[in-house]
């Protein structure tokens, strides 16, 4: 199939989901899990292996059950996307429930510029959303393999309101200017670097090649941190925002240990719901996957 065919096709798939309610996406996906579960594919084998790395305090049970749950969010979340990149953001908006800690986000924003972070947790495309919604916010951005699809996020994007920055040294440069500028950065913060843009450091007690930049960027002058995640509620009533300040935490010495601490903060928001985490994403690829 050619590239063009495979762009149309995501593209009318995506456009035809972003018709349907919410509550429809997530019955789709839950009569589609069984496939994930059943026949071999990589999104089970790779969800698998990092949650058998990462909780080894889990008994066997309770890591088929994280497993199962964790392939039922990942289809929520790519169903998802049809809502997020093919309607209007407002329509998006509306599936926000509540939100906790944004008066951190507003105060950090009023004293200077602020990193925002958010990892492939929830629905991170709405929280995505949402924050360009109400403050000036410039996104490291990754392009999609496929040119349709990826003429489709960008479009998405811009609509919501977000400058886009490429994960390139003139992309780094935009994201600062933004900062001095008081603006807001959005980094996925457990994305792989690229080689020599990230250092060693432990996640879920696991050796992880983690990025520099977001430490990096934060010595930008009054320059804060915030972590935060849309949170999937039960039985499809949408979604809760919830985010909080971890400046300080971060602010260490080394890049070394305000990396790990970074991680760390990370971790913990990660385990408020593992379940809604993609671990299917090869968090180890540079590491214990080279293995």
Same mark, same amino acid.
């Given at each position: 199939?050619?590239?063009?065919?495979?762009?149309?096709? &995501?593209?009318?798939?995506?456009?035809?989901?972003?018709?349907?309610?919410?509550?429809?996406?997530?019955?789709?996906?839950?009569?589609?899990?069984?496939?994930?579960?059943?026949?071999?594919?990589?999104?089970?084998?790779? +969800?698998?292996?990092?949650?058998?790395?990462?909780?080894?305090?889990?008994?066997?049970?309770?890591?088929?059950?994280?497993?199962?749950?964790?392939?039922?969010?990942?289809?929520?979340?790519?169903?998802?996307?049809?809502?997020?990149? +093919?309607?209007?953001?407002?329509?998006?908006?509306?599936?926000?429930?509540?939100?906790?800690?944004?008066?951190?986000?507003?105060?950090?924003?009023?004293?200077?510029?602020?990193?925002?972070?958010?990892?492939?947790?929830?629905?991170?495309?709405?929280?995505?959303?949402?924050?360009?919604?109400?403050?000036?916010?410039?996104?490291?951005?990754?392009?999609?393999?496929?040119?349709?699809?990826?003429?489709?996020?960008?479009?998405?994007?811009?609509?919501?309101?977000?400058?886009?920055?490429?994960?390139?040294?003139?992309?780094?440069?935009?994201?600062?200017?933004?900062?001095?500028?008081?603006?807001?950065?959005?980094?996925?913060?457990?994305?792989?670097?690229?080689?020599?843009?990230?250092?060693?450091?432990?996640?879920?007690?696991?050796?992880?090649?983690?990025?520099?930049?977001?430490?990096?960027?934060?010595? +930008?002058?009054?320059?804060?941190?915030?972590?935060?995640?849309?949170?999937?509620?039960?039985?499809?009533?949408?979604?809760?925002?919830?985010?909080?300040?971890?400046?300080?935490?971060?602010?260490?010495? +080394?890049?070394?240990?305000?990396? &790990?601490?970074?991680?760390?903060?990370?971790?913990?928001?990660?385990?408020?719901?593992?379940?809604?985490?993609?671990?299917?994403?090869?968090?180890?690829?540079?590491?214990?996957?080279?293995?």
């Amino acid at each position: 199939m050619s590239q063009r065919l495979k762009s149309s096709l &995501a593209v009318g798939v995506l456009t035809l989901l972003g018709k349907l309610p919410l509550r429809w996406l997530h019955r789709i996906s839950n009569a589609l899990i069984f496939l994930l579960l059943i026949f071999p594919n990589q999104s089970h084998r790779q +969800t698998k292996i990092n949650i058998e790395r990462c909780f080894p305090e889990f008994n066997s049970t309770q890591k088929a059950n994280l497993v199962r749950q964790s392939l039922r969010h990942t289809l929520y979340a790519a169903l998802e996307m049809g809502i997020n990149w +093919t309607q209007t953001s407002d329509i998006g908006l509306q599936f926000i429930k509540s939100v906790t800690g944004a008066e951190q986000l507003t105060s950090a924003q009023a004293q200077g510029g602020v990193i925002l972070l958010t990892p492939h947790l929830g629905n991170w495309e709405l929280f995505a959303n949402w924050a360009a919604h109400h403050y000036p916010l410039t996104a490291l951005y990754k392009p999609a393999k496929l040119k349709g699809l990826d003429a489709l996020i960008h479009q998405a994007r811009s609509r919501a309101g977000m400058q886009l920055a490429p994960a390139t040294a003139k992309g780094v440069m935009k994201l600062k200017r933004a900062l001095i500028k008081g603006q807001v950065n959005l980094i996925l913060p457990d994305q792989e670097p690229p080689p020599s843009a990230g250092t060693l450091s432990q996640w879920f007690n696991q050796p992880a090649y983690t990025m520099t930049l977001a430490n990096q960027l934060a010595n +930008t002058n009054n320059t804060r941190i915030i972590l935060g995640f849309a949170r999937r509620l039960e039985s499809s009533q949408g979604f809760a925002l919830e985010l909080e300040d971890i400046t300080q935490q971060c602010r260490l010495a +080394t890049i070394e240990d305000s990396v &790990a601490a970074l991680n760390q903060a990370v971790e913990a928001l990660v385990r408020r719901a593992p379940e809604q985490y993609q671990w299917e994403y090869r968090r180890f690829k540079h590491t214990l996957d080279q293995a």
